[in-house]
């Protein structure tokens, strides 16, 4: 599966389908992978992708600080996960293309359409998340993964995330950037090149 190098972020992606382009943000929040499609709950009984690619060129990637694709340790809005879709799009030389967002995906695909209009053919937004639970339930991961930093240290951290499989959603104590940690084999020491993005200024 092919990997574009965006922003200085690795970025893994695949386009399937024929017709007009279609950027489909993912689902399942902080393990946003283009894999959730077609494995993640409703997704999976209804099949969507498989659907969609008999009319259009579906464009399908890992969200940073997700999956394969790169991170970088920096305060992340939702801009930054639009700007990614849009470099994508410019890597594929797409100038314009319908959008679809799923769960958390939907905030950045708005967001995207706002930011890049010109970009925009059209948008679906397909079981947004959000809602007061789900920000508490967002703050309370959060609260737990600085919890145990603060108890244990980073170097925990890093042993943790090696130890399972589990996403930030399922073991929060592992923290957001737990694919890139993984990802990279590396421990929480400043080190020069893509270690250091993932753990320098934790």
Not at 106 to 124: D, K, N, R
Not at 130 to 142: D, K, M, P, S, V
Not at 149 to 170: C, I, N, P, R, T
């Amino acid at each position: 599966m092919p990997t574009a190098s965006l922003d200085g972020l690795a970025t893994r992606y695949e386009v399937t389908g024929s017709g007009p382009p279609l950027l489909m943000f993912s689902p399942a929040g902080f393990d946003a992978t283009l894999d959730k499609w077609t494995s993640f709950g409703g997704y999976r009984r209804l099949n969507l992708l498989a659907h969609l690619r008999t009319r259009y060129t579906c464009v399908t990637f890992d969200k940073r600080e997700s999956g394969q694709s790169g991170g970088r340790v920096e305060r992340i809005t939702w801009a930054h996960y639009a700007a990614q879709g849009r470099r994508l799009l410019e890597h594929l030389g797409v100038e314009r293309a319908h959008l679809m967002g799923g769960c958390v995906g939907c905030s950045i695909a708005t967001v995207f359409a706002v930011t890049y209009p010109e970009s925009t053919a059209g948008m679906v937004l397909y079981a947004p998340a959000g809602g007061a639970r789900y920000r508490i339930t967002q703050h309370a991961r959060f609260g737990r993964h600085l919890a145990f930093v603060e108890e244990h240290g980073l170097e925990q951290v890093v042993a943790l995330a090696s130890s399972h499989d589990k996403g930030f959603s399922q073991d929060p104590r592992v923290g957001p950037w737990v694919s890139v940690i993984r990802a990279d084999g590396s421990s929480p020491r400043p080190t020069r090149g893509r270690t250091r993005t993932a753990t320098a200024t934790w």
